[in-house]
Nanobody
């Protein structure tokens, strides 16, 4: 099993910044990637950004140029630096960890609320 602990959400005005952190613990020896997804009220969960242990990144078009994902492999921790936040970024942000042990397994954090006021 893998446990994920998230931190860093909160309330910020439009144009502001927040930094999310997520640390994975437990059976993380086969960790292949981590990432952030978000879910706004009434909408489906969507990808925000992902990063592999080899540091390859992928971003949703809506956050390119504003958000930066990074990972500290030694700490099994992923960060999401969010700049120039917009009200439409308001959502619950979920951390994801992907483990490969013959097949892929995905684990999720409990979610952290990000609210951007206009």
């Amino acid at each position: 099993q893998v446990q994920l602990v998230e931190s860093g959400g909160g309330l910020v005005q439009a144009g502001g910044s927040l930094r999310l952190s997520c640390t994975a613990s437990g059976r993380v020896f086969s960790l292949i990637a981590m990432g952030w997804y978000r879910q706004a009220p009434g909408k489906q969960r969507e990808l925000v950004a992902t990063i592999t242990t080899g540091k390859s990144t992928n971003y949703a078009d809506s956050v390119k140029g504003r958000f930066t994902i990074s990972m500290d492999n030694a700490k099994n921790t992923v960060y999401l630096q969010m700049n120039s936040l917009k009200p439409e970024d308001t959502a619950v942000y979920y951390c994801n960890a992907a483990i490969r042990n013959i097949q892929r397994y995905d684990y999720w954090g409990q979610g952290t609320q990000v609210t951007v006021s206009s």
